[in-house]
């Protein structure tokens, strides 16, 4: 790969990491404001208050909008036909690297159980990268997710007895909800998982919360299950920052697979009221698009146009 074109490469996810640190995806920015002109309850919409001034503030300073930027994780569907396959791997390492160092991001890995800090985020394992092939595509799509420290706590994932069904699922999401919600900075997203075993719907789980809120799963049993528990999580009454009020997760996805009928395994990863996640596709020419952001992308073109402008003006003063 040509020297140009690797930098072109690697600058594209570096900014697309920087990016999603800063900006909330406009989902989950856009049910924040609407949860918080919902809230009724004082110190809920307090709370709601000092997040959105929150995203106002890394907004215009153009720094992370919290400083547990978290381990990044990537996650790639790559075309058979994407021709830059064989560097994806030491693209998205050293994008992760000068995006930390140069955002910055706060250095959040550190070596197994040595607990030294690498100090770029970057390490045996880090960033994670998991690949799926896209038959005849020539497009590489690249998701990405913080993962925090607060909101990893409430991670489970457990195989149920089969009787247990749908009811054992919620009780093993309520429970989790009400034991770990509080210290996973709410409202939450919640991915929900659904499999054979443990590490197919933790996996699946984690899918989950890479989905748009207000999608549903396609198959109608599921979909109707996600409403089920975004209503039930909904009732605890946990809501922003644990402080109580009338909603506690922002969206309930489950991502579900065909599974061995003994057993159902469920998964949970939660992200907090800060979901930082992103997505766009780089084409085979390394253009790109980003899918998650468009509206904040907007908003931030806007502002720059205008302070080139103010400047101007007072040049010509």
């Not at 057993?263 to 990863?269: D, E």
């Not at 979901?275 to 084409?283: K, L």
Request: glycine content about 10%.
């Amino acid at each position: 790969m040509e020297e140009t074109l690797s930098s072109k490469f690697i600058k594209t996810v570096q900014d697309f990491t920087a990016m999603t640190g800063i900006y909330l995806p406009d989902d989950v920015e856009a049910r924040l404001r609407e949860m918080h002109d919902q809230e009724k309850i004082e110190n809920a919409k307090t709370m709601y208050e000092c997040m959105l001034t929150d995203l106002t503030l890394a907004k215009d300073l153009h720094r992370p909008l919290c400083q547990d930027t978290g381990v990044i994780q990537y996650f790639v569907e790559v075309g058979t036909e994407f021709p830059y396959q064989a560097e994806i791997a030491d693209v998205l390492v050293e994008a992760c690297r000068r995006a930390t160092l140069e955002t910055p991001l706060r250095p959040n890995v550190v070596e197994p159980l040595a607990e030294h800090n690498t100090g770029d985020n970057t390490g045996y394992g880090a960033p994670y990268i998991e690949y799926e092939l896209v038959p005849g595509s020539s497009d590489l799509r690249l998701r990405m997710y913080m993962a925090g420290g607060g909101c990893s706590l409430p991670g489970r994932s457990k195989v149920l007895m089969p009787l247990e069904g749908v009811e054992g699922v919620k009780k093993f999401v309520y429970q989790t909800i009400l034991d770990w919600g509080a210290n996973a900075c709410p409202p939450l997203c919640v991915g929900i998982g659904l499999g054979t075993c443990a590490a197919t719907s933790a996996m699946l789980s984690k899918k989950a919360l890479l989905r748009p809120l207000g999608t549903h799963s396609q198959y109608p049993e599921v979909a109707k299950l996600e409403e089920e528990i975004f209503e039930g999580l909904n009732s605890l009454g946990i809501a922003p920052l644990g402080f109580g009020g009338s909603q506690t997760v922002l969206g309930v996805n489950i991502e579900a697979a065909a599974h061995h009928p003994a057993t159902l395994g469920v998964g949970i990863s939660t992200g907090c009221w800060a979901t930082r996640r992103g997505d766009m596709i780089i084409h085979a020419d390394l253009s790109s698009e980003v899918l998650s952001h468009k509206k904040s992308l907007e908003q931030a073109t806007a502002s720059e146009d205008a302070a080139i402008g103010a400047t101007e003006s007072r040049e010509e003063v």
